[in-house]
């Protein structure tokens, strides 16, 4: 079957996409014609060679999305390259499991800034480009996690929280734009991240709080995604979409 091609000639910047959610975010977003910039800490090598065995091209930069002066730098290289940018997906995220008697400050601060800050950062970085299309879609991902009782991620869920607040403030701000914001929460995704810090036991207990009795994959998120950074999403902002399997709450 056919892709649908409802994503040709915008550029797609994709946060994290060296591996897991953001690599099939970039794949599923390209597959539907997006031109996508792939951003990650480390250079996204695997990103790019199955972006160009799959036909596409794109552009694979290493940036800290934590960074102001690196985001900044992102900004202007596609401003450059391409002249406008089109969707961003902020999809950049750590997630150490750390109980509050063992939470130090520099861990907090550093969850809060490379899941929450670099959203505002990369905003900053690529909205001149983004407005002067006058056409816009800003993606945050954010988790069904912020309304579990699972211990040790206190600080991820405030990050996480954040980024719903963020988004909803931000929908404000740009709809006169064209612009639309919105915040997609993914369940418990077998990512290499997530087979960091979760023995398979907890994978499978996770599954079965969810109507759907599977574990996400990342290839689960690609529709949602696709469909808020389309044309069709274009009354919808401002939201908090859980893509989770129907994660009990
Ligand atoms: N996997 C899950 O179960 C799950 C569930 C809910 C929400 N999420 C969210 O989805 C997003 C992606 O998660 P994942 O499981 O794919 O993670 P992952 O660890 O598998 O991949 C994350 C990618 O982000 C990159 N990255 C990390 N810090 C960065 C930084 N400072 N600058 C640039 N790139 C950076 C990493 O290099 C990596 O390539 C995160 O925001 C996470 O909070 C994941």
Do not use: C
């Amino acid at each position: 079957m056919s892709v649908p091609q409802t994503h040709t000639g915008r550029v797609a910047v994709i946060t994290g996409a060296g591996r897991g959610i953001g690599q099939a975010l970039a794949l599923g977003l390209a597959a539907r014609g997006a031109t996508v910039v792939a951003v990650d800490l480390h250079h996204p090598d695997e990103t790019m060679s199955l972006l160009g065995e799959a036909g596409h091209t794109g552009l694979g930069l290493v940036a800290d999305v934590s960074d102001p002066v690196q985001t900044a730098a992102v900004g202007d290289r596609i401003a450059r390259e391409f002249g406008h940018a089109d969707i961003l997906v902020n999809n950049a995220g750590i997630f150490p499991f750390v109980d509050i008697d063992d939470l130090d400050y520099e861990t907090w601060r550093r969850v809060l800034a490379v899941n929450l800050d670099s959203q505002f950062l990369m905003v900053k970085a690529v909205l001149p480009a983004m407005k002067a299309g006058r056409w816009g879609r800003i993606i945050n991902l954010t988790s069904n996690s912020i309304l579990s009782n699972a211990s040790g991620i206190s600080h991820y869920m405030a990050s996480k929280m954040g980024n719903i607040g963020f988004s909803r403030g931000l929908a404000n701000d740009l709809a006169p734009f064209g612009i639309t914001v919105n915040a997609v929460g993914p369940t418990l995704t077998v990512t290499p991240g997530v087979r960091e810090v979760h023995p398979p036991e907890a994978l499978v207990a996770f599954a079965q709080a969810q109507a759907i009795k599977r574990n996400g994959l990342p290839e689960d998120l690609v529709g949602t995604v696709a469909f808020l950074s389309s044309d069709d999403a274009s009354f919808v902002t401002g939201q908090t979409l859980m893509a989770d399997g129907g994660y009990a709450r």
